[in-house]
């Protein structure tokens, strides 16, 4: 198979991994949706509720605000200052963009390595999140979803960098480390 052929199915892999991501983020909103409605009107019309929603829609909270995290890093669309690289030339910018590449891939990966020793620990005491569900269970995508972002940065810094070493940035038009080529 030839090279184009390779990429091809490389971005067919993403891009199912992507709406993977996408379905699986769909459903854990979908039982927020769901379930919070229903507790309320379980309370408010019977002064009655189902005990583990409560506990169940914070960990859906937690999960949401992670995968839409991870979902956000994708296209590097997570809160940034964006000011200085309308600054600098476009030489400059990627090379600022591949040091915050670095930096958030540092820290995300520090975030998962760390968090996956807590949901470790959690493992180890059986510790339980509500209703005998375990609460490493609960907490597993702490690690995944920091892991996933530092990932996602890490190749975003190699395909920047490769993308920095190609087109050296001469060319005016500014590199953008998280798609690799210049700027649509």
């Given at each position: 198979m030839n090279a184009s052929g390779e990429g091809a199915e490389e971005v067919g892999i993403l891009r199912a991994l992507h709406r993977l991501e996408d379905?699986?983020?769909?459903?854990?909103?979908?039982m927020m949706i769901v379930l919070a409605p229903l507790q309320i009107f379980l309370r408010n019309f019977f002064d009655a509720g189902i005990g583990w929603i409560d506990p169940f829609l914070r960990v859906?909270?937690?999960?949401v605000g992670l995968m839409g995290a991870v979902a956000a890093s994708r296209a590097d669309r997570h809160i940034h200052i964006?000011?200085?690289?309308?600054?600098?030339?476009?030489?400059v910018a990627s090379m600022l963009g591949?040091?915050?590449?670095?930096f958030t891939a540092a820290v995300a990966g520090?975030?998962?390595w760390h968090s996956?020793?807590?949901v470790a620990d959690e493992w180890e005491f059986g510790s339980v999140a509500?209703?005998?569900?375990?609460?490493?269970?609960t907490e597993v995508v702490i690690p995944m979803a920091f892991g996933f972002i530092a990932l996602r940065y890490g190749l975003r810094t190699v395909a920047g960098i490769k993308s920095l070493l190609a087109?050296?940035?001469?060319?005016?038009?500014p590199v953008s480390p998280a798609t690799g080529g210049g700027a649509p």
């Open positions: 379905i699986f983020l769909a459903l854990l909103l979908g859906l909270v937690l999960w964006d000011a200085a690289s309308k600054l600098l030339s476009p030489r591949i040091f915050t590449s670095i520090l975030v998962s996956w020793r807590f509500f209703s005998g569900v375990p609460a490493w269970m087109d050296g940035g001469d060319d005016g038009e």
